[in-house]
């Protein structure tokens, strides 16, 4: 049986259902996934999705993970490098980009306004 995502042509997107919150994130933090078939277990795959931060909601720690990561802000604002108060750091607005290799320290963030992020998640061969 082949792995990988399946094909997908253009279909609507409903913006306001199927929204959760990543373990380890605050409540004001969630995602929607479009697609998937990342396996952090196994090293393989990839994960396309949507983060939004609703206003003022921040994260307190630094990320660290083995894998891609390509970040497009959207739409809002996203504070990069805040304490565990949610103070300080330097402000992005739309639009914003940043792709990170596997074991990159990024964050915390935050944003004043809140914003929709735009990601993908990737192991590379």
Same mark, same amino acid.
């Given at each position: ?7 997908? #042509?253009? =279909? ?24 998937? &078939? ?24 630094? =990320? ?18 805040? &304490? #565990? ?41």
């Amino acid at each position: 049986m082949a792995k990988g995502k399946p094909h997908l #042509e253009f =279909f609507p997107l409903d913006m306001d259902d199927g929204w959760e919150t990543p373990e380890g994130y605050p409540d004001g933090i969630t995602q929607k996934v479009l697609v998937t &078939d990342l396996d952090e277990d196994g090293k393989s795959g990839s994960r396309s999705r949507f983060l939004r931060f609703v206003p003022g909601e921040y994260t307190t720690v630094p =990320f660290v993970h083995d894998h891609w990561e390509e970040v497009f802000l959207v739409e809002g604002d996203l504070i990069v490098g805040n &304490d #565990e108060n949610g103070e300080g750091g330097e402000k992005f607005t739309a639009p914003t980009f940043a792709c990170r290799p596997p074991g990159a320290a990024h964050g915390p963030f935050k944003s004043d306004g809140g914003c929709l992020l735009f990601e993908l998640h990737y192991y590379q061969d």
